[in-house]
């Protein structure tokens, strides 16, 4: 997929995941699950999940530890791909 069609298709994806403030750890395998199923997923990081960390830092992080590849962060929000 190139890039026009990610955003594209990233810009038309709702956040299905909320990561509040249990951590990432809680919505690891609900990202590997919905992955599997589609190719874009966004994940809304909310203020009670980040504490001093940046949006940038608890979606890298969730990215490796689910293995799902980051395309970007907008704001709160951050996109992955399989």
Do not use: C, P
């Amino acid at each position: 997929m190139n890039k026009k069609e990610l955003r594209k298709l990233s810009h038309e994806t709702n956040a299905t995941i909320w990561v509040g403030k249990d951590g990432v750890e809680k919505v690891i395998e609900e990202l590997k699950d919905q992955l599997r199923e589609k190719k874009v997923v966004k994940v809304k990081l909310l203020q009670s999940s980040r504490g001093e960390r940046s949006t940038d830092e608890l979606a890298s992080s969730l990215a490796e530890k689910s293995g799902a590849k980051m395309y970007e962060t907008i704001g709160n929000t951050a996109i992955f791909v399989r």
